[in-house]
């Protein structure tokens, strides 16, 4: 299995500009989730999906952020119009539960500098 | 509420000795633990899970942990550091009621010297 997929895996753009970044996730996952990681606040969960579905985008920092799961296997986050406090490395992670015991798996991440 | 904690911001370990990277933890239910390891640019990689029984739970590249109920903790260890297992360490707890949340803690730098 190729694991999860993330690109880019580095952005650099310029602040007032429009962000979107791309995960595959495991082929039979049902659940996905996007993640920001920062030096400040650590690991954030963004919004999770399960079956394609948002279920909790309350860690969605304010309306600049959407995201989308048109199908299983992809998964959209756009930041727009994106500000210097939006870099981050932000991560995508899939299982095949949301819940119980199933652990989560990792993209390589995409680092985002706005300037 | 539920929450991790990982004291340590960082330890050091000089190769070949044993190491261990606290976690303790504060559910209201029974508690689902994992250990995550990042390397340096990289994502994080699953590294071991206790969902019931053997409070002892092995899992990749040799590490292990042992899950203590009357202490609420959930520390990773390995009998032997190799300089290559120098990373971040995440610990997370999900209570059994949960339907997905997972709680992470803050991460402990492992420096191993050779």
């Known amino acids: 299995d190729a694991g999860v997929i993330q690109s880019p895996r580095h952005e650099v753009t310029e602040m007032g500009q429009e962000v979107t970044l791309r995960c595959k996730p495991i082929?039979?996952?049902?659940?996905l989730f996007w993640y920001r990681q920062t030096m400040m606040r650590g690991l954030e969960l963004l919004i999770y999906?399960?079956?394609?579905?948002?279920?909790?985008d309350s860690g969605m920092p304010e309306d600049r952020f959407s995201a989308k799961m048109p199908n299983a296997s992809f998964s959209t986050l756009k930041i727009q119009p994106s500000e210097p406090r939006d870099s981050a490395v932000y991560f995508c992670?899939?299982?095949?539960?949301?819940?119980?015991?199933?652990?989560?798996?990792f993209g390589p991440g995409t680092r985002l500098t706005v300037t | 509420a539920q929450s991790v904690a990982q004291p340590e911001d960082q330890v050091n370990v000089a190769e070949g000795n044993p190491l261990t990277v606290k976690c303790t933890y504060s559910?209201?239910?029974?508690?689902?633990l994992f250990w995550y390891v990042q390397y340096p640019n990289r994502g994080l990689q699953f590294l071991l899970k206790?969902?019931?029984?053997d409070n002892l739970v092995k899992g990749s590249y040799g590490f292990e942990a042992e899950f203590n109920k009357s202490q609420t903790s959930f520390h990773l260890k390995k009998p032997s550091a190799l300089v290559s297992d120098s990373a971040l360490y995440f610990c997370?707890?999900?209570?059994?009621?949960?339907?997905?949340?997972?709680?992470w803690g803050a991460g402990t730098k492992l420096i191993i010297k050779p």
């Open positions: 082929s039979g996952h049902n659940s």
């Open positions: 999906f399960n079956n394609n579905v948002p279920i909790d």
């Open positions: 997370a707890v999900r209570d059994e009621g949960s339907n997905y949340q997972l709680i």
């Open positions: 559910v209201s239910g029974n508690p689902y």
């Open positions: 206790y969902i019931t029984g």
């Open positions: 992670a899939s299982s095949r539960g949301g819940g119980g015991a199933y652990e989560q798996y």
